[in-house]
Nanobody, 117 residues
Framework: QVQLVESGGGLVQAGGSLRLSCAAF????????MGWYRQSPGKERELVAR???????DYADYVKGRFAVSGDVAKGSLYLQMNSLKPEDTAVYYC???????????WGQGTQVTVSS
């Protein structure tokens, strides 16, 4: 099994910055991607950014130029630097890991990010 632990959420004013961290524990093998997703009340969970095992990155359009994802997928570490935060970025942010060798994905418990106007 794999356990994902997120940290770094909190309350920040619009225009501010936060850095989220995710650490994976357990049998970390065959990782295909690690990524950040978010969910606001009444909305579907959506992709924010992810890193593939080959090193390429993928961002949602609404965070391009503001957020930066980094980490070592093979070692199970992931970060999200969030700059120029907006009230609409308020959500629970979840860390995700997909393992091709296990044929499944894993989720963290989530960390709350609140941006005040």
């Amino acid at each position: 099994q794999v356990q994902l632990v997120e940290s770094g959420g909190g309350l920040v004013q619009a225009g501010g910055s936060l850095r989220l961290s995710c650490a994976a524990f357990g049998s970390i093998i065959g990782v295909h991607t690690m990524g950040w997703y978010r969910q606001s009340p009444g909305k579907e969970r959506e992709l924010v950014a992810r890193i593939f095992s080959g090193g390429s990155e993928d961002y949602a359009d609404y965070v391009k130029g503001r957020f930066a994802v980094s980490g070592d997928v093979a070692k199970g570490s992931l970060y999200l630097q969030m700059n120029s935060l907006k009230p609409e970025d308020t959500a629970v942010y979840y860390c995700n890991l997909y393992s091709w060798s296990k044929g499944r994905e894993f989720w963290g418990q989530g960390t709350q990010v609140t941006v005040s106007s």
